[in-house]
């Protein structure tokens, strides 16, 4: 039930609202025409392209209890033995651009494994030499999952954290390793 608003409490005087009135005389309710809303879009399915038998060969260098990588303090550093020592350097300074990036945000442990597994391969089919993977803040977990992960796979040649404008401390750029 609706309450009567009086006329002079809200600022209009009766003369205008006599006006109103007659103005709208004659004046009847739209039919309601049953348009239902429009549905939200579903969550995309995820790749199902690739065979489980490609998913455990791209998983195959990944090992969860294995923590060879620690970090000193905020920046993420690791060169792979062998390769030239400016490079994580000339990561750091943003020389390098690169050609793909991979969100983790709100992914599980396994989820965020497996894309990387993924992107990985990707790059090696497609002969890209620099990635980025923005593992976010937050808890942290992936921040110290990934480069285990990435000093785990024999393509990775040095990774370091990304310049500012691909997301500082919550992303990593990465160096592969490109075969012929």
């Known amino acids: 039930?609706?309450?009567k608003v009086n006329v002079t409490t809200a600022g209009i005087s009766a003369e205008d609202s006599q006006?109103?009135?007659q103005s709208i005389t004659g004046a009847r309710p739209m039919?309601?025409?049953k348009i239902p809303p429009v549905a939200a879009p579903r969550k995309l399915k995820r790749r199902t392209d690739v065979s489980s038998k490609q998913l455990g060969d791209n998983l195959f260098y990944f090992s969860d209890e294995f923590e060879g990588y620690i970090a000193n303090g905020p920046n993420l550093s690791w060169l792979s033995s062998g390769e030239d020592p400016h490079l994580p350097g000339r990561l750091r300074r943003g020389e390098f651009q690169p050609q793909v990036v991979l969100d983790l945000h709100g992914m599980t442990t396994l989820e965020a494994k497996t894309e990387l597994a993924g992107l990985l391969a990707y790059c090696h089919k497609q002969h890209l030499n620099c990635a980025c993977v923005v593992h976010g803040k937050g808890l942290g977990i992936l921040a110290k999952k990934v480069p285990n992960w990435l000093i785990?796979?024999?393509h990775v040649r040095a990774f370091h954290t990304a310049p500012k404008s691909w997301g500082k401390h919550g992303a990593v750029l990465l160096l592969l390793r490109l075969e012929e």
């Open 19 to 21: 006006l109103f009135r």
């Open 152 to 154: 785990q796979h024999p």
């Open 1 to 3: 039930m609706q309450k």
């Open 31 to 33: 039919a309601q025409d």
